[in-house]
Nanobody
């Protein structure tokens, strides 16, 4: 069983930055981790993923603006979000799975979600 606790959401103006954190239990060092988001009326989408080997990938919409990273000593994964746009507004969910990548994980664990609002 993996428990995930997110923090760091909030409201920011366009062009601003936020950093999300997700503290995890379980065998963190072998977990694939990721951040998903869901905007009102839209499907949940994968924003960024990071493998246990520290390889990362991103949705095209956030490449060059978002950075995912992990600290195995702190059992924590981060999502640094820069140059935020109104279309980044969504509830962001941390996810974990014992798989090569979070996208490939058939059984995913989920955090409770944290709201990110980008508005002037």
């Amino acid at each position: 069983q993996v428990q995930l606790v997110e923090s760091g959401g909030g409201s920011v103006q366009p062009g601003g930055s936020l950093r999300l954190s997700c503290a995890a239990s379980g065998f963190f060092s072998i977990l694939a981790m990721g951040w998903y988001r869901q905007a009102p009326g839209k499907q949940r989408e994968l924003v960024a993923g990071i493998t246990s080997g520290d390889s990362s990938d991103y949705a095209d919409s956030v490449k060059g603006r978002f950075t995912i990273s992990r600290d195995n000593a702190k059992n924590t994964v981060y999502l640094q979000m820069n140059s935020l746009k109104p279309e980044d507004t969504a509830v962001y969910y941390c996810s974990a799975g014992y798989a090569l990548s979070i996208a490939a994980a058939r059984n995913k664990y989920w955090g409770q979600g944290t709201q990110v609002t980008v508005s002037s």
